[in-house]
T-cell receptor, first 112, second 114 residues
Framework: KQEVTQIPAALSVPEGENLVLNCSFTDSAIYNLQWFRQDPGKGLTSLLLIQSSQREQTSGRLNASLDKSSGRSTLYIAASQPGDSATYLCAVTASNDYKLSFGAGTTVTVRA | DTEVTQTPKHLVMGMTNKKSLKCEQH?????MYWYKQKAKKPPELMFV???????INESVPSRFSPECPNSSLLNLHLHALQPEDSALYLCASSPRSGYRNIQYFGAGTRLSVL
């Protein structure tokens, strides 16, 4: 069974600092990995999707890397802003399954 | 349009009530999902419909009954729920399974069972 772990569980940084969020998974046989953002009481917004054959994806201030062999992904958020405050979840899709296996998330607070 | 619309946004129901949650997408996606999310926990998959047929049922209690009338619409019928069923219910859709399975989520329905 795929286990997805996100460390740290919570993170508080001053505005302007770069954010580094970590995600690890136990089974490297994945199709892809997604990073989501969730605001309190709201749905999930997909930020980045990395195919298993890719090493990284970038969108604006966001960059996600994937090391499938070691079962790790990192989400970098450059020059953080208070609007980046949210919970960030990573999820992997195994094989050709529909299922997303989620981590528990990292709750980020960016202080103005 | 990359929107998944869920209604209602909030629902309060008693344990003897029957209610339904509705999810709609117009992106031409052929896979739709129901998730349950408790506070400070990740979403848990409940059901997957692929091409309007139930593809995955994660051993969810029968008091939850999904229905997919057409490729754009997914309902979740609720009956005789328990207080522990109070949660955020999320709907998602994706073009298809596997390699490019980007799931698009709705804003959710916040359910409270009294």
């Amino acid at each position: 069974k795929q286990e997805v772990t996100q460390i740290p569980a919570a993170l508080s940084v001053p505005e302007g600092e770069n954010l580094v969020l970590n995600c690890s998974f136990t089974d490297s046989a994945i199709y892809n990995l997604q990073w989501f953002r969730q605001d309190p009481g709201k749905g999930l917004t997909s930020l980045l999707l990395i195919q298993s054959s890719q090493r990284e994806q970038t969108s604006g201030r966001l960059n996600a890397s994937l090391d499938k062999s070691s079962g790790r992904s990192t989400l970098y958020i450059a020059a953080s802003q208070p609007g980046d405050s949210a919970t960030y979840l990573c999820a992997v899709t195994a094989s050709n399954d529909y299922k997303l296996s989620f981590g528990a998330g990292t709750t980020v607070t960016v202080r103005a | 349009d990359t929107e998944v619309t869920q209604t209602p946004k909030h629902l309060v129901m008693g344990m003897t009530n029957k209610k339904s949650l509705k999810c709609e997408q117009h992106m031409g996606h052929r896979a739709m999902y129901w998730y349950k999310q408790k506070a400070k926990k990740p979403p848990e998959l409940m059901f997957v419909y692929s091409y309007e047929k139930l593809s995955i049922n994660e051993s969810v209690p029968s008091r939850f009954s999904p229905e997919c009338p057409n490729s754009s619409l997914l309902n979740l019928h609720l009956h005789a729920l328990q207080p522990e069923d109070s949660a955020l219910y999320l709907c998602a859709s994706s073009p298809r399974s596997g390699y490019r399975n980007i799931q698009y989520f709705g804003a959710g329905t916040r359910l409270s069972v009294l």
